[in-house]
């Protein structure tokens, strides 16, 4: 909000000082100038942050997502049952790919499935969007297996647009 303020007493001073500066009439009707320069600073502040928001909206998500995602592997590394894990991704495509390497001696598959749910939600709740699924609703996420054995199975996926994980039988 103070930028917002601050970017309407700026934009207030210089489109009053261009006003009186190239003004036909110059140094006369200061008063209507008052007036036209407090319109074209509102009205300019209005389009700057309709834009900045914009691409805000477009451009800072993936990184960010990514960044709370990768943040969150230690926690998946402390479960009985997770050998390791790891992140990799695609912003072209919208690709998000958690690797996570499995004992699958010291782990069901119900259990796993609530970890995965629950390291998705922590994730989420570093960010202004605290709904995993709300946050990763534009993603593609791929849960793959990453062991030894299993090197690359996929254990779950979420197609873009879509809300639910699917799991692989």
Do not use: C
Not at 26 to 38: F, G, H, Q, R
Not at 101 to 128: C, F, M, P, W
Not at 149 to 157: C, E, F, K, P, V
């Amino acid at each position: 909000m103070q930028g917002i303020i601050l970017n309407i007493i700026s934009f207030f001073i210089g489109s009053f000082l261009v006003l009186r500066l190239f003004s036909p009439w110059a140094k006369t009707y200061w008063k209507n100038e008052l007036i036209i320069a407090l319109i074209q600073a509102v009205v300019f502040t209005i389009i700057l942050v309709s834009i900045s928001h914009h691409n805000n909206n477009k451009t800072n998500n993936f990184p960010l997502i990514i960044n709370t995602l990768a943040k969150n592997t230690t926690e998946l590394n402390r479960e009985p049952g997770i050998i390791r894990s790891a992140i990799a991704s695609d912003p072209n495509k919208n690709l998000i790919k958690v690797g996570i390497g499995i004992d699958h001696t010291k782990i069901t598959d119900y259990r796993l499935k609530q970890i995965v749910e629950s390291y998705l939600s922590n994730s989420a709740a570093l960010t202004k969007e605290h709904d995993w699924k709300k946050l990763l609703l534009p993603y593609t996420i791929i849960i793959e297996d990453i062991g030894d054995s299993n090197n690359g199975r996929i254990l779950a996926q979420k197609q873009s647009g879509k809300t639910d994980l699917s799991w692989s039988e």
